[in-house]
């Protein structure tokens, strides 16, 4: 589990700091053996192999999401949102989010978690603030994780989904962002001297709401998904997901589609697009609890 602490700035070294704090973590994830290096083009690598590779520099990115360019959040930045805190422990405790103490649980900020949790190696990013977040940083606070559709590979470390929010943050606000589809091999029995038989994946969606996730009423393909679990609305920011252009053959032609906690019915909207080099980021307003999958007709 990686970990980083967000304050409120006061000097550029700062910013450093942050960044050293970061890089340690990610080499200890080196001398931990959970690290790989991602071959060059041509080069082969297992599924768990490539997950934990994308999973570090997915944690530095996570790391240092205080620094870089500024969002339109859509909503009032200003004032933190209304925080549920009988829900408070439920989601720490789903989320896998170990609460801070001592001095990080009085200063103003908030903690990051990035988590490779469960047998199905599904990723989680997580946030708590138990003091709650009085700075507005131009940057959002931003909770992602890789795109995984629980059938392929892992593509680029970019590619990528989750939500951006604002950084003021009542007190005891808890907050991840979850793979909602995963891959498994169910269990099999060995015998000796019988040749073992072929591995058999299967696929799950499911949430902090829903076992099975209603994906076969969707109106199409469900591409990518995940949840966003908190004990708070944002009053802002948005929903996104960043994929190749190559991967998606008309970025026009897809649609984000909502499903409320404990619903049944969807809700989709086409998505607004904007150009980024070789990837396409689709993104909708106001995030909101429960469970977002792009889709393809």
Request: proline content about 8%; overall charge positive.
């Amino acid at each position: 589990m990686l970990a980083a602490r967000h304050q409120i700035p006061r000097m550029p070294v700062l910013v450093m700091q942050t960044a050293l704090f970061v890089s340690l973590q990610v080499r200890n994830y080196f001398f931990l053996g959970r690290m790989a290096v991602i071959p060059t083009q041509g080069g082969s690598m297992n599924k768990n192999m490539r997950h934990a590779a994308l999973l570090s520099l997915l944690g530095a990115a996570i790391g240092l999401s205080g620094c870089g360019a500024g969002l339109d959040t859509g909503g009032n930045d200003s004032a933190p949102a209304a925080v549920d805190s009988g829900m408070y422990r439920d989601v720490l405790a789903y989320c896998r989010i170990a609460e801070p103490v001592g001095i990080d649980a009085t200063r103003d900020g908030w903690t990051t978690y990035l988590l490779n949790s469960d047998q199905y190696l599904t990723v989680t990013t997580g946030m708590v603030s138990v003091a709650g977040s009085s700075s507005q940083w131009e940057t959002p606070l931003t909770l992602y994780v890789p795109l995984n559709n629980g059938a392929s590979a892992y593509g680029e470390p970019a590619w990528s989904m989750g939500v951006r929010m604002p950084t003021v943050l009542g007190k005891q606000s808890v907050a991840c962002v979850r793979q909602a589809s995963h891959t498994f091999t169910p269990p099999q029995p060995s015998i000796p001297g019988v040749p073992n038989p072929p591995l058999v994946f299967q696929t799950v969606w499911d949430s902090y709401w829903d076992r099975a996730i209603p994906v076969s009423t969707l109106p199409g393909r469900a591409v990518y998904g995940f949840e966003f679990v908190s004990n708070f609305a944002p009053t802002g920011g948005e929903v996104f997901f960043r994929t190749g252009k190559a991967s998606v053959a008309s970025a026009s032609a897809l649609s984000v589609c909502y499903l409320a906690p404990r619903s049944v019915q969807w809700s989709c909207t086409q998505p607004g697009v904007a150009d980024a080099g070789k990837d396409w980021q689709l993104s909708v307003s106001r995030p909101k609890q429960g469970v977002y999958v792009l889709v393809a007709p």
